[in-house]
């Protein structure tokens, strides 16, 4: 991730707490974790070799509840990168009412180069190092990027043994068979999606003109696209990786169901046309949604942007100083912890159906969902107004001042 992901959250939390004027201790206690755990996991490979791996898990405040986030593998991933993902995640579930504190791992690791026993043996290890600082009470992890649902059922199923109980809840982002929810795969691009069709309500932007790109194919850019196409919006371009970033166009609208059809290139997709880089980022779209790693739009993208808004899929995909940029041009950005926040409240309700022993409908999943992130929304969108801030401002302003009233009633300072 880095260009110092670490030093981007601390500054965004410092500034919130100086416009909440928030004694400077709050700041002192939120610029770091609260917990932070390295370890070193050995894996046999396959060639009769021994590998070691390192494993990182971050607990940045847990006031308002256990910690939660997902675990990273990824061969870039570093212990900074996973503290400033920590903390993304406490004003995460604060600005949503999710009853959870901020947690993050990361194992620095290529999954796509691990045999699939080399990678369960990471996964198990990874457990197996960290099982004492987690926990259905403590902190519980979920899939990120480069993991998935079937490393968290290798997660779990170490967990339980080395515990000796079914401690489903200790885990989410597992597949339904395994006390999963239904919902939660689709839940960030869906909960995307949902803020999607608020922001443009209060723009007065019609959803059957809405034109969108979509940066990233992946869980959340897929079903970030999947779910705009439902809402009638036009999905007019759409990027992904493959040796390098590309980008696709096509006038008339991708449908998610050709696009998942192309295959493993989607510039198999009939009728697409290959698009520069530089001409996706600055397409005049309503909607421009990265949802692929963080720092995705750093100052030149921001200066030839002009979609009208930029919907945050990714965690931090837009640098401060781009932040900046984007504001003195006018452009709406709506912030990462508000916009991609369905997947962590769908591993809430994961998480409570765990603990409950009693499984909800899909349909009762989205609504729940859809009702926690419209409200979410209508507060900050009130925030932005009354304090005259930006959208992302707005969202820390209300989550930190969530965390230090319940830091407060605790006595934490
Ligand atoms: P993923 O690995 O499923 O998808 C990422 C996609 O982005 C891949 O298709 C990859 O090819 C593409 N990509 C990578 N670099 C790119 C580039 N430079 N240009 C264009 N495309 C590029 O990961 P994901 O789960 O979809 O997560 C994406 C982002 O959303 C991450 O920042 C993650 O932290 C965040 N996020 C994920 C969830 C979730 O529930 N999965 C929830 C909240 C936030």
Redesign the pocket.
Known sequence: MSNNALANAQLQVEQACKALELPNCVYEILKDTQRMIEITIPVHMDDGSLRTFKGYRAAHNTALGPAKG?I?IHPDTTGDDVKA?AIWMTFKCAVTGTPYGGGKGGIVADPSKLSTRELEQLARGYVRGMHHYLGEKIDIP?????SNSQIISWMVDEYCQIVGEQALGVFT?KPVELGGSLGRTE??GFGVSVIGRKIAQKKNMDLKDLTVAV????????FTVKHFESLGAKIVAV???DTE??AIHHADGFSYDELIASGDDLRNYPGATEMPMDDFWSQKVDILIP????N?IDVEIAQIMQASVILE?????VAPEADTVLEGKGITVVP?ILA?????IVSYFEWVQNLGGYYWSEGDVANRQETAMSQAFDTIWETKENHQVSFRQAAYLNSIQKVADVMKLRGHY
């Open positions: 997902g990273r993902l979920a899939p990120d990027v480069g982002g839940a960030t940066q990233g194919f992946g869980n959340v850019g897929g990027s992904d990786f970033p590309f949802a692929a790693l963080a995705a899929g990714a965690n931090g995909p990462d991609n926040s369905g997947g962590v």
